[in-house]
């Protein structure tokens, strides 16, 4: 397949223009990042988003792949003096990896298998015999015996038939077609089936002690819960079939004479092939298809609840606490400043063992006071209950001093923070465990800003995360993280190398230079000085510049998504219509616009740019600085705590969605125990897809439906008068 045959079918696949895909390529392949592409290549690409633009990326590289596969195989039949024009050209229009080993699996270097032993004992011949079923004369005995040869260690016919029939049966299993239909047949009508090695084990898979259900309909998770309690130990799991129908399938290609008197060798040889060489390869084929669907499946869940989580609004302008909840080593208190400053912290213990409850609030409260803390962010974890109750009484009792909220933070991957080098690097002067409780308090400032810091697995917001592809998980998590950062945009003053680094264009070294430069030159004045970092060149400044921002620089410009190559354009623009202020340009300017029935394709060729760059100068000049987080649902503040036993069937509350699985969606409403909406209580209507509904961070109503103490488990839903 040549690259402009990839490229149309990439196109024809997505439902794209071959142009767009053409052009996406060479953008890609010039070392154009997808987020730069996206924002900044819209006249060239036709608009395409980072979703179109990624799938055209993962479909050329497979492609690709494919191809080089392609050159190899055909390479190595070729040396083997063994290529036909028939072969070369069906190996030449696969359109799958699959497909293509198939085809080459006859040619493929092989271990000492039963046939080659056979074929070095001169069986070949007799085993084309069977093969071609033209002999209907005589017995098969007869002829069978003229291949007895004592030295060859063909001591019986028996021997010589049954060697025979080890050719005829890798013949068959090494044939694409025969692979092709079975493999067809066993998606379309295998069941997976599981059954308890111990019956009397108790573990969380006993519905999966005896299960079964068909390979075309079985849902992701289970297919990994499956999976996993295979792993344990705990199930045995299989691919079940229809055997006669599947050998009958192999019948209907190779039988083609019943008079021959080899037809029961046949028959014999292509039941073998089918039990011994073809379906045990066949079943693992469909059992790793199975995991990678699950696998891209669950990788896409996790992916999508960490961006929704990576992109909550931050808590801007306040002063907080943060707290990291625990009994024995108590509960690690930090204050932060409206930038993320670390100001002070302390130790309390106010459960048990030590149980020194009002000394800890009086310490909370002398740092609030101290410090006029706005919000107390705790931790979900261990203690987390009950440092809730004491954080409420308190808020209770300073009701007429001055107004302080409270909300619960997720704090996965705190711990892992706390440890890592960044963290040492950040608070060298203090323990890991007084760092986690500032993770906390600025996960509630900034939760992007801080948990780019820690490695997007250990968030913990996805479903068996740590039972999937890790390969294919780091990189589509690595996707996720860019992606947001990206969209948001970064202050080039403030942030970390942490942050610095996702930004399209730089490095973790880049990012190290960036605040290297900051540290000794102090802040950046226009976006045009970054150009000084070292290892900052001109590829690095394109692809980057327009995500790096500078609030108060020397260039209004520099805190918009405007990129410094349509400066001119902008300044040509603002000019033409007469208007100065930059923070009022876009309204402005489509007033102007609107009012002179100004000719737009006109006015486009004078600036030099394309309809999506004009309009996103516009829109950036309309609302310069804009933060897409702001647009966001704010996170929902507490001053008192509500527990389980408060609950009432009916109740209606306010929630956070914690998570979103494929079965419904945790939710907090402010008890210990998130509940859950099941997604068949998502709507009035069928809901298939629960991630279409819903994101982490989303705040909603729900009605609770039921409320179980003892098992700590609460059922809501979003059905509000049903």
């Not at 900044?40 to 690709?64: C, F, H, P, W």
């Not at 029939?165 to 299993?173: L, N, P």
């Not at 239909?181 to 069941?191: H, N």
């Not at 299960?211 to 309909?217: A, D, K, M, T």
Request: with cysteine.
């Amino acid at each position: 397949m040549t690259e402009i045959e990839m490229i149309q079918l990439v196109a024809e696949e997505l439902n794209l223009k071959a142009l767009q895909v053409k052009n996406t390529i060479e953008l890609l392949d010039t070392g154009n990042t997808v987020p730069f592409i996206a924002r900044y290549r819209k006249e060239v690409t036709g608009s395409l988003d980072e979703n179109q633009i990624r799938a055209i990326q993962d479909r050329m590289q497979y492609l690709r792949a494919l191809e080089a596969r392609k050159e190899t195989i055909l390479k190595s039949i070729e040396e083997q003096g063994k290529l036909t024009p028939e072969l070369k050209e069906k190996i030449l229009k696969a359109t799958k990896l699959q497909e293509v080993e198939d085809l080459y699996l006859p040619y493929k270097p092989k271990k000492r298998t039963r046939a080659t032993v056979a074929r070095e004992k001169g069986l070949e011949p007799l085993a084309e015999i069977i093969l071609k079923q033209e002999v209907t004369e005589g017995s098969a005995e007869e002829i069978a015996v003229k291949f007895v040869n004592e030295e060859k260690e063909v001591r019986t016919v028996q021997e010589a038939l049954q060697g025979a029939m080890d050719i005829v049966a890798e013949v068959i299993s090494d044939d694409a077609e025969v692979r092709k239909q079975i493999r067809e047949a066993t998606f379309k009508t295998g069941l997976l089936e599981s059954a308890v090695k111990n019956a009397e084990e108790r573990t969380p898979y006993e519905m999966y002690y005896d299960y079964s259900e068909p390979v075309n309909s079985i849902p992701p998770h289970r297919i990994l819960a499956i999976n996993r309690g295979e792993t344990e130990g705990v199930l045995k799991v299989s691919v079940e079939v229809d055997s006669q129908k599947m050998i009958g399938l192999i019948e209907a290609l190779y039988v083609k004479n019943e008079r021959s008197i080899f037809i029961d060798y046949l028959r014999q040889a292509i039941a073998d092939s089918f039990t011994r060489l073809i379906f045990p390869s066949i079943q693992r084929e469909v059992r790793s298809a199975l995991t990678e669907k699950a696998d891209e499946h669950a990788i896409a869940v996790f992916a999508e609840n960490l961006r929704n989580l990576l992109l909550q609004p931050p808590v801007r302008g306040k002063m907080i606490m943060g707290i990291d909840p625990g009994f024995r080593t108590g509960c690690k208190v930090a204050v932060i400043d409206q930038t993320g400053k670390y100001l002070e912290g302390a130790t309390i213990y106010p459960h048990p063992p030590q149980e020194r409850y009002l000394e800890a609030k009086s310490i909370v409260r002398a740092l609030v006071n101290k410090y006029q803390v706005d919000i107390i962010a705790i931790g979900n974890g261990t203690a987390s209950r009950e440092t809730e109750m004491m954080v409420a009484e308190l808020i209770r009792e300073m009701k007429d001093e001055r107004k302080v909220e409270y909300i619960i933070v997720n704090e996965a991957g705190a711990s892992v923070y706390s440890a890592s080098k960044v963290a040492q690097q950040e608070f060298p002067d203090l323990e890991a465990a007084m760092r986690g409780n500032i993770s906390i308090a600025r996960r509630l400032l900034d939760p992007l800003a801080e948990l780019v810091k820690i490695d997007p697995k250990h968030i913990g917001v996805g479903l068996y995360q740590h039972d999937v592809n890790q390969k294919r998980l780091a990189e589509a998590l690595q996707q996720v993280v860019e992606s947001a950062v990206n969209m948001v945009g970064v202050n080039v003053n403030t942030a970390s190398a942490s942050l610095l680094k996702y930004v399209s264009g730089l490095t973790s070294r880049t990012a190290n230079s960036i605040v290297k430069y900051r540290d000794e030159h102090g802040p950046f004045r226009n976006r045009e000085e970054i150009k000084k970092v070292d290892g900052i060149g001109e590829v690095a400044y394109q692809q980057a510049a327009g995500f790096l921002r500078i609030p108060d620089g020397d260039n209004p410009l520099d805190n918009t998504s405007i990129h410094p190559e349509s400066y001119e354009a902008t300044r040509k623009l603002l000019e033409k219509f007469k208007v100065d202020d930059i923070h009022q340009g876009g309204k402005l300017l489509r007033l102007k616009i609107k009012q002179e029935k100004v000719d737009i394709p006109a006015l486009l060729e004078e600036l030099g740019i394309g309809e999506p760059t004009f309009n996103d100068i516009l829109d950036n000049l309309e609302k310069p600085g804009l933060d897409p987080r702001d647009e966001l649902p704010k996170p929902i503040f507490k001053s008192d705590v509500l527990k389980m036993e408060d609950l009432r069937e009916g109740m209606i509350l306010k929630g956070t969605v914690r998570n979103v699985v494929d079965f419904g969606a945790f939710v907090d409403i402010g008890v210990k125990q998130d509940g859950l909406v099941h997604v068949s209580r998502m709507a009035k209507k069928f809901v298939k897809n629960p991630y279409e509904l819903l994101s982490v961070g989303d705040v909603i109503e729900v009605k609770v439906v039921s409320i179980d103490l003892e098992r700590g488990r609460i059922g809501l839903s979003m059905v509000l008068d049903e």
